[in-house]
């Protein structure tokens, strides 16, 4: 049987990188998915494909900073498949104007913890309603290395990340009782399109930090896919680094 067979899983920031990656490898698990983006047309585009091979697969267009954005999302998935058993929040990012906290900003701060922070929040309060309905689930959340060691250079995304750590453990420790599983992954450098239109692997200092190499969307995909699964039914409040070996030294 496949890993993830009739689960319902919602995934946000489904339509390109880590999160696309996980759309794909979750619905060939077995999963219904409903995933949601900003980006509307790579997420309708997305959704056509998957559809097409025969997956379960729904796009909701989601801005995760927005309430209304998120609560749809998530009730999406409860109208069509009736439940929900994962919620994988991935949505999440910096841009270029992120830097030290004395001179980045003060709207790129909030705009960071808006969508970073705050969407996490999100998807985890209009979740856990319905996961308790039905006796559990499993929620994963994504921080960064950035939040699990000392980095220069991204104040805003530091904070966010560090923020989601502390909401993940609080969250493993209130919801337990209802079955309901919560942990994250800590990515370090993965080659995204976007980090590679962005970033140089060559002189990135994380990437030159990552004892194996940079990470790829698959290879966080498939630790989300564990987490996912009831191969983890008795994991949580942990912190997975996913950063090949960037933060041992």
């Not at 994250?184 to 976007?194: F, Q, S």
């Amino acid at each position: 049987m496949a890993r993830l067979q009739d689960k319902v899983v919602v995934i946000t920031g489904g339509a390109s990188g880590i999160g696309k990656a996980s759309v794909a490898l979750f619905a060939k698990e077995g999963a219904k998915v409903v995933f949601g983006d900003v980006k509307a047309a790579d997420g309708r585009a997305f959704e056509a494909e998957m559809t097409g091979t025969g997956h379960a697969v729904r796009f909701v267009e989601t801005d995760v900073s927005k309430e209304a954005d998120v609560k749809r999302l998530i009730d999406t998935a409860v109208e069509a498949f009736g439940r929900l058993d994962v919620l994988y929040n991935n949505a999440g990012g910096a841009t270029g104007k992120d830097g030290k906290v004395t001179d980045m900003p003060l709207d790129e701060f909030w705009r960071t913890i808006s969508v970073d922070l705050f969407g996490t929040f999100l998807g985890c309060r209009f979740a856990i309603p319905h996961m308790e309905k039905t006796g559990g689930g499993s929620i994963i959340n994504t921080t960064s290395i950035r939040a699990l060691t000392g980095t220069a250079g991204a104040d805003a995304y530091s904070s966010a990340k560090g923020g989601i750590i502390a909401l993940t453990q609080a969250l493993a420790m209130q919801w337990h009782t209802s079955g309901i599983r919560v942990n994250a992954i800590g990515p370090g450098m993965v080659l995204t399109e976007r980090v590679k239109s962005i970033l140089d692997p060559e002189t990135n200092p994380i990437a030159k930090k990552s004892l194996m190499g940079p990470m790829e969307p698959d290879d966080i995909a498939y630790l989300a896919l564990y987490l996912a699964s009831d191969e983890s039914k008795r994991i949580t409040g942990a912190i997975y680094p996913a950063e090949s070996g960037a933060s041992a030294h």
